[in-house]
């Protein structure tokens, strides 16, 4: 069973930047595609960013544009969510999400992590 963490979400202003963490235990983390999805209130979770289990593989939902980037630091079984140039419609509470099936979007996540919450103020 893995168990996931997230860490790092806070108040802060537009343009402002964040980098989440989400801390993995109890599995082999380096066999685990990784990703970030977020959730505001009233609306569907979304999804924000992936990782592939070696770290060579990354994508992107609509929602980063660019702003933010992910990566894996498969020794300190931590992966991570860099948030730059973030908006008041970036808040939401972001999850950590661990996928033992594969790489993607689209693919099946096995574990969650209990979220972060990430609130920008204009």
């Known amino acids: 069973q893995v168990q996931l963490v997230e860490s790092g979400g806070g108040l802060v202003q537009a343009g402002d930047s964040l980098r989440l963490s989400c801390a993995a235990s109890?599995?082999?983390?380096?066999?685990?595609?990784m990703g970030w999805f977020r959730q505001a209130p009233g609306k569907e979770r979304e999804f924000v960013a992936t990782?592939?289990?070696?770290?060579?593989?990354?994508a992107y939902g609509d929602v980063v544009n660019g702003r933010f980037t992910i990566s894996r630091d498969n020794a300190k079984n931590t992966v991570y969510l860099q948030m730059n140039s973030l908006k008041p419609e970036d808040t939401a509470v972001y999850y950590c999400?661990?996928?033992?099936?594969?790489?993607?979007?689209?693919?099946?996540?096995?574990?969650w992590g209990q979220g972060t919450q990430v609130t920008v103020s204009s």
């Open positions: 109890g599995g082999t983390f380096s066999d685990l595609a």
């Open positions: 990782i592939s289990w070696s770290g060579g593989k990354t």
């Open positions: 999400a661990a996928s033992s099936l594969g790489y993607g979007q689209s693919v099946f996540y096995d574990y």
